[in-house]
């Protein structure tokens, strides 16, 4: 593990920096995709024109865009949901790591996911950063557990799709062994190869989000995707963290209760995706597993006792991390 601290003021400002400048951007649907669709359905509840309806199924996320639209712009709007974004991830990781807090999280603002659902899927990633809050308040004292349920519950209501890993967490918070969950996670990867078209359409038809049937290759025109199948690309990507965490748990035999959970909602999560693999815009059910990634990654290397040349292998896994990111941005 590495015993200095590493959190640094710096750190802070460039966060601040960071939500400042994301929650302030234009009002762009080109730029910053769903953006424009969020400024314009905020503007009708400004105007009077739509009314906030208590029966939304994610109502916690309207209910919020309806009473900001009475006090504040929609610029105003987009700052709050940016603070509520990284607000809980910062504040999770200075509880999981108190010393590196500031590392880990910039260490999560470079996840290949982290800005896309910074600006464009904003309710999917306010959502999954109140998980990560209650995941990191699951393990402590009662109080702290009802504190988790109450982020959690939040969370589903604002973007339904966070019913999967709610699920694995409360499935991660039992299972203990992690060779079950590593090879529940191979079992996936065998069934989406023999039976992956039978699969998406039974989580297809489970209903817990209605976008799902929206996302199936069968009704979305797959011309406006570049690839569609089975990406082994994603699939290596995806493994990184549980090659790691095999290396850790399995080889160097090091538990840490706060590193399984991570580790085992990760794989279970990704597990969903990877039989959910072929469908147009998987990366939308990546992300319920990728916005663990970067922690998942960096916990250990912060954290646990694995290497001599602690430091060094975790700069180089922190390098990798954001040089993935950086190649992938070029890329597309």
Known sequence: MIQRNTN???G???????VLLVGLRPISGYYFGDTANYARSYNLFANGIQQYDPDSKEWFFEWLMYHCSQIMDVRGFFLLVEVLYVLPVLWACKKMAPNHAILMFVACMGAFSFFS???NGIRNGMACSLIIAAIACVQGNLAQKIIGGVLAFLAFNIHRSTALPIACVLAAFFIKDTRIILGWWIASIFLSLVAGGPIEAF???LGFDD???NYSSENIDVSAFSSLGFRWDFLLYSAMPILLGYYVVIKRKIWDQKYLLLLHTYI???SFWVMMIRAAYSNRFAYLSWFLYALVLIYPCLKLPIWKDQGKKAALIIMGHLGFTFFMYLLY
């Not at 802070?12 to 960071?18: C, H, V």
């Open 203 to 205: 989580f297809t038809g």
């Open 117 to 119: 659902y910074g600006t």
């Open 211 to 213: 976008r799902m049937s």
């Open 268 to 270: 279970l999560c990704n």
């Open 12 to 18: 802070l400002i460039y966060i601040f920096l960071f």
């Open 8 to 10: 640094q003021p710096l």
